[in-house]
């Protein structure tokens, strides 16, 4: 069964990032159905199939399934681009390409899901804690530092909730670093942020920007070094 799903995943791959170019995607957007390109990603994508599959024409029903379908999702994708926010249609896209798949990959194999496993203590801690070092993170940290109000223009050229994510992803890297037991990778992390901070800590006439990155950052660092050890020493009693 693995087998021939990274076969099918394969393919997809191929023929639906690697040759893609940007020119076919915006043909295909501008053109919709009537683009040329939109076939040539269908011809490309069923070529792929059919080499990652070994020209086996058993699996003709399979390709057949996985071609159609592919065209009737990209198709759909292209008139729904201007109703839809494009990273949640992209994501959407993907995702029903993959249920194709493994639908196809059903038809082959049988399998069955062993639905227990989403239950395991362990996975419930893993989610927790994920959860804890992210979403939770954030609310707690904007309630402490909403103590202090910071007026800066600085933040008129700032991403919009681009320090949000930033935070998330850097509590996520030391929570993996923790649990993996790599804590230089923590030393490392902050340093590479005290170098990308550095022009802002060095404003020496904002001393209370200063202050507020570093708390900000003390606060973030030591949540996700805190929901980490907590995370290892419940595991561990498991």
């Known amino acids: 069964m693995l087998e021939l799903v990274l076969k099918l995943f394969l393919a997809h791959i191929v023929g639906d990032f690697v040759f893609q ?15 040329p390109y939109l076939y040539w990603h269908i011809l490309i994508h069923t070529i792929a199939l059919l080499i990652a599959l070994q020209f086996n024409f058993n699996y003709w029903l399979g390709i057949l399934i ?6 009737l999702i990209d198709l759909s994708k292209l008139y729904l681009i201007k109703e839809i926010n494009v990273r949640w249609l992209f994501l959407w896209d993907q995702l029903a390409h993959l249920v194709v798949i493994f639908g196809v990959v059903r038809i082959y194999e049988i399998y069955e899901v062993d ?13 927790i804690a ?15 530092i909403s103590k202090w109000e ?8 700032s991403l919009n909730d681009a320090g949000k994510y930033i ?18 990778g923590i030393g490392f992390l902050l340093a590479a942020k005290s170098v990308f901070r550095f022009g802002d800590l060095s404003r020496s006439e904002d001393r209370k920007l200063t202050e507020y990155i570093l708390i900000g950052t003390l606060l973030s660092f030591g949540l996700a070094i805190l929901v980490g050890m907590g995370y290892n020493y419940i595991l561990t009693t498991l």
């Not at 170019?21 to 683009?35: A, F, H, L, R």
């Not at 996985?66 to 065209?71: D, E, G, K, P």
């Open 167 to 184: 935070g998330i992803l850097e509590r996520l890297f030391i929570f993996v670093f923790i649990i993996t037991n790599n804590w230089q």
């Open 130 to 144: 994920v959860l804890l070092v992210t979403i939770v993170a954030s609310i707690v940290m904007k309630l402490i």
């Open 66 to 71: 996985i071609v159609c379908s592919h065209y």
């Open 150 to 157: 910071l007026n800066s223009n600085s933040n008129e050229m």
């Open 21 to 35: 170019p940007n020119k076919w995607v915006k043909s295909k957007e501008d053109k919709k159905y009537k683009s």
């Open 115 to 127: 639905v227990s496993i989403f239950y395991k203590p362990q996975l419930l801690l893993f989610i």
